[in-house]
């Protein structure tokens, strides 16, 4: 069983639509988050909730707008998709905010 | 500020060598916490290990071992014998608890590892 799951892997989209990437953990974990991989490899995480609550909004443009409608779930819908949004987006969720963190394969988004 | 440099950018080396994968980290906090993740080229993220800021005992896990040093904000990693399927980029990242452990990562910029037959 996958442990934290992201639908879908591959995106491709034009610029200004808007599009979600979904997330789900089967770990039990009370916190969740979203980081972004650019095309140098760089990881940046962008936003975390615990709880459902969000915790950290790491000055994400509020084109991006997580949801998390339970504990198990961390959905990220992006509006009026740019050039720069390509990128590969990781969910990851962990125990509790200083146990490790298990990431999910990635979403790679191309924008057209 | 906090601060992850992994300054080695890419390493080549032959299967069976030993290589040293260096980490220095900046933070103002006391209480943090370092791990590794392991990148290979199919794109996820791998934990390797999580180390608090009071543990400095050295970790060995099989042929991967990890010397923590905090007179030098350093948390290198060393696989001995490497192999091919090390081949990937690895990351080392610092999460601090002054923030309220918010757990959020801080990332290295990663070093891309080659490992040749």
């Known amino acids: 069983d996958t442990a934290v799951s992201q639908t879908p892997k591959y995106l491709v989209t034009q610029m200004g639509n808007d599009k979600s990437i979904k997330c789900e953990q089967n770990l039990g974990h009370d916190t969740m988050y979203w980081y972004k991989q650019d095309s140098k490899k760089f990881l940046k995480i962008m936003f975390s909730y615990n709880n459902k609550e969000l915790i950290i909004n790491e000055t994400v443009p509020n084109r991006f707008s997580p949801k998390s409608p339970d504990k198990a779930h961390l959905n990220l819908h992006i509006n009026s998709l740019e050039l720069g949004d390509s990128a590969v987006y990781f969910c990851a969720s962990s125990q509790d905010m200083v146990q490790p963190q298990h990431f999910g394969d990635g979403t790679r988004l191309s924008i057209l | ?117």
């Open chain 2, 1 to 117: 500020a906090q601060k992850v440099t992994q300054a080695q950018t890419e390493i080549s080396v032959v299967e069976k060598e030993d290589v040293t994968l260096d980490c220095v980290y900046e933070t103002r906090d006391t209480t943090y916490y370092l791990f590794w993740y392991k990148q290979p080229p199919s794109g996820e993220l791998v934990f390797l290990i999580r180390r608090n800021s009071f543990d400095e005992q050295n970790e060995i896990s099989g042929r991967y071992s990890w010397n923590f040093q905090k007179s030098t904000s350093s948390f290198n990693f060393t696989i001995t014998a490497s192999q091919v399927v090390d081949s990937a980029v690895y990351f080392c990242a610092l999460s601090e608890a002054w923030s309220g452990n918010t757990g959020k990562l801080i990332f290295g910029q990663g070093t891309t590892l080659q490992v040749k037959p």
